[in-house]
């Protein structure tokens, strides 16, 4: 403010006439010792050349405390009437000098426009982001010297709004200036530029270059994205799709995933290769769509030489930046232009590219690479730290599903390998099954089912499921498998064997280690057991779903069944339900996995699987999949295990009953019966041998068994003899010693049929041996 209201007026002779208080306070002399003094006196130097002829400069005075001080002055003639001058003004203000620096120096791009949107001002920094200098702007209006972009037009549309309104504007962009081949980010303040009266006549700007601020924000945003957006499953390939689609478009034009071929099998990980590199791409994507046409195609595999960006990668361990100039990319660019011309004028256009390996716990399985072409900022420093942050996060992913893909196809190969893989021939059932493996991330369950074959052409119908998922749950499903079919073979009832396998299961559980949970061993099971002879089914519950029954009328129902407790907790019992089927009924047994899901509701599901039960089919298979479709749910969190049998009947021609007196001489005739029916059935070619089995088995009834005893012969794929008696002492064989009367006729009996075995019954045991019958 002194400098403004500094002046001191000088005639023609050089002599101070006037001096005002601003010159006072700047040079220390009051009016009284500078009035009347020469000019010249008051200067420390002579005027700067041509200073004077110019009537401004900077003036060098001498203080009156003998310093000098340095001062831009500007000298106004005073005109007398003959129009010469008569003395001068001579002015110290804030000088233009100085505010010229100051505008032209500025680091941001500064302009000046008049209430029509043409050029006043310019200064340096604008001139070149504009190209142009500050005489060939000014004056012009500015669409006429900005390309017609969509930028442009909003700049525009900013001058105008700020010039009718009189109201300041701020924006931001990203765009690049009419002399640059690459984008910035800007920060813009408009602001209206008022007259003495405080009416607009103009708008001015300023614009701050924050591509730096930018980027970062753009790093801290896809680093916050990568947390939620990479790893979504459990997935190999999608995981390299997430970090493509993160990193396209903001942080590169194109990039790829390429994996070592191990990762994407169960083999064990290798060491990286030192000469060439095979890998195979996974994903890749590009900013601009077809372009560039990628190289390689996904799913095929390339040869990356050791000069080349992601073979030094994955051999060095580390981010290698790299781009034209580089005597290893340049070769490496050559290479890639003879294999795949089409991409030329992309690959001269690339600024830099940045291949980070993908690493995790000390395995290395792969390579991220990076370009970005013009009108892109190469890669710098930063951007490498982000990268390698970016590909540290997607290879933990990858690993983890690489893991989980490894345990899933191990937990499904040993759960194939103990499933039924062909179902065993039997009259009883006709059956047929669907296993659908989870595809969740928690991993393969548990669930299992089994046909497996009784004495007396009876058979079972099994179905469990393992609480947990993944190899444990195979392992448990497999022992519990085993033991079910090694209780059925000793022909339990279906309560019994449920309370034997709960045993089984509370053993397990007491044997392992740091005090396993029972839930972690837990199962439940479904055990059903069909006589076609009878047509009675006997069903007994572990804590499983009730099975469903569709009668031959077109009715379905589930079977009312007490579930009881689930396998492992011991101390509870079981019990079973029996009821007798019409020949052509269709039982479904089933996995929770089927009915039960998140957000479901578990009656309505099972009301919707009788109701597909009753769906017209062509066969037992078909009627599976119409069940499948319309009971599971689209995305079942568990595995799903279905089984149905739709029933047979023997009828009396294929089954004869005689009941033996408890006296030996009844053997004979009984004995004769048998033969005769054997002869109706047309079976005289295996009389003999059953004749054999019929005495040795009666006889043994009568003497060492109670009344009632029964004879039943069945004519099923096999002839199957059965004495039944009321004791429930089971025979064995015993070695007969030389001179032993007795001993032998078990041993006689095992070795002429295919196989014998005795059951217990409600009223006693029956002992039964089965002979193949005669080719035809």
């Known amino acids: 403010m002194e400098q403004a209201s500094a002046a001191a007026v000088v005639d023609a002779r050089g002599v101070v006439t006037g001096w005002s208080d601003g010159a006072r306070r700047l040079t220390g002399y009051p009016a009284e010792e500078a009035v009347g003094r020469a000019a010249r006196e008051l200067l420390a130097e002579d005027p700067p050349p041509g200073a004077v002829s110019r009537l401004a400069g900077t003036a060098v005075l001498r203080h009156r405390d003998g310093s000098a001080v340095a001062l831009p002055l500007t000298a106004c003639p005073l005109l007398g009437a003959d129009g010469t001058p008569g003395g001068y003004v001579i002015t110290v203000s804030a000088p233009p000098g100085w505010a010229e620096q100051a505008f032209q120096q500025a680091s941001l791009s500064m302009s000046v426009f008049d209430a029509r949107q043409r050029y006043l001002r310019v200064n340096r920094e604008a001139c070149q982001v504009m190209g142009l200098p500050e005489e060939a702007l000014v004056g012009r209006y500015f669409p006429d010297t900005a390309d017609d972009s969509e930028y442009s037009r909003r700049f525009l549309q900013n001058l105008r709004r700020v010039a009718e309104t009189g109201e300041s504007l701020h924006f931001e962009a990203y765009t690049h200036g009419p002399a640059e081949d690459r984008d910035h980010a800007w920060n813009i303040e408009m602001w209206p530029v008022r007259d003495g009266s405080g009416e607009p006549v103009g708008t001015a700007l300023a614009a701050f270059d924050s591509s730096d601020q930018h980027w970062a924000r753009q790093r801290l945003a896809v680093l916050d994205e990568a947390a939620s957006a990479i790893g979504t499953t459990l997935d190999v390939v999608r995981t390299a799709e997430e970090l493509v689609g993160l ?4 942080f590169a034009d194109f990039a790829s995933v390429d994996l070592l071929d191990w990762v994407l099998g169960a083999d064990e990980p290798i060491a990286v290769p030192a000469e060439d590199i095979e890998l195979r791409r996974v994903a890749h994507g590009t900013a601009v769509e077809g372009f560039p046409k990628p190289s390689v195609h996904l799913g095929d595999s390339d040869v990356y030489p050791p000069y080349s960006a992601p073979a030094r990668a994955l051999r060095e361990g580390r981010a290698v930046l790299t781009g034209p100039g580089d005597p290893d990319f340049d070769r490496w660019m050559r290479v890639r232009n003879a294999q795949a011309p089409r ?4 690959r001269e256009s690339v600024r830099s590219t940045l291949a980070v390996p993908l690493r995790a716990r000390g395995t ?3 390579v991220a690479v990076m370009v970005r072409a013009a009108p892109l900022d190469p890669y710098g420093a930063q951007d490498v730290v982000l990268a390698e942050e970016l590909a540290s996060r997607a290879a933990v992913c990858v690993d983890n599903a690489r893991r989980f893909a490894r345990e899933r196809s191990t937990a499904l190969a040993l759960q194939h390998s103990l499933l039924p893989r062909g179902l065993p021939g039997q009259a009883a059932v006709e059956v047929a099954h669907r296993y659908l493996p989870s595809r969740s991330a928690a991993g393969i369950g548990g669930d299992w089912f089994d046909v497996i074959p009784l ?5 079972a119908l099994v179905v469990g499921d393992v ?19 090694t209780l059925a073979d000793v022909d339990l009832p279906p309560d019994e064997l449920l309370t034997h396998l709960d045993d089984l299961v509370t053993h397990l559980v007491a044997a392992g280690e740091d005090g396993e949970e029972i839930a972690e061993l837990g199962a439940t099971c479904l055990y059903a057991v069909y006589d076609p002879v009878t047509r009675r089914l006997d069903v007994a519950g572990a ?4 099975p469903a029954l569709v009668l031959p009328d077109g009715t379905a129902r589930l079977i009312p069944l007490s579930a009881g407790p689930p396998l492992g907790v011991g101390c509870l019992p079981f019990e079973a339900t029996a009821l007798e089927l019409p020949e052509g009924s269709v039982v479904a047994l089933y996995t929770d996995g089927l009915v039960d899901g998140r957000d479901r509701d578990v009656d309505h599901a099972t009301d919707e ?5 009753t769906a017209p089919a062509a066969s037992l298979d078909a009627l599976c999949d119409t069940v499948l479709k319309a009971v599971m749910p689209e995305e079942p969190g568990d595995d799903v295990a279905l089984l149905l049998a739709r029933t047979r009947a023997l009828g009396e021609d294929r089954v004869a009953t005689w009941d033996v007196p408890p006296d030996p001489g009844h053997v004979a005739a009984t004995r004769q019966a048998a033969m005769e029916r054997l002869a109706a059935w047309g079976l005289d070619e295996i009389a003999f041998v059953t004749e054999l089995v019929v005495s040795e088995l009666v006889t043994n009834a009568i003497r060492y068994g109670e009344p009632p005893i029964r004879l039943r012969l069945i004519r099923d794929r096999t002839l199957i003899c059965e004495v039944s008696d009321a004791s429930s002492t089971s025979p064995h064989l015993r070695r007969a010693h030389a001179y032993d009367e007795g001993g032998r006729g078990l041993l006689l009996v095992a070795q002429l049929t295919q196989r014998w075995g005795s059951r217990q019954t409600g009223g006693g045991k029956t002992i039964w041996a089965e002979q193949a019958l005669p080719q035809t």
Request: charged share 15%.
């Open 343 to 346: 991409n030329r004028r992309y």
């Open 467 to 485: 609480v947990g998922h993944g190899i444990p749950s195979s392992a448990t499903m497999g022992r519990l498998c085993t033991a079910v079919r």
């Open 609 to 613: 699987l009788c109701r597909a039960l």
């Open 455 to 459: 004495s007396g052409c009876r058979v």
């Open 364 to 366: 290395t399985m792969g």
């Open 543 to 546: 804590g499983h779903p009730a």
């Open 247 to 250: 990193l396209i478009p903001r």
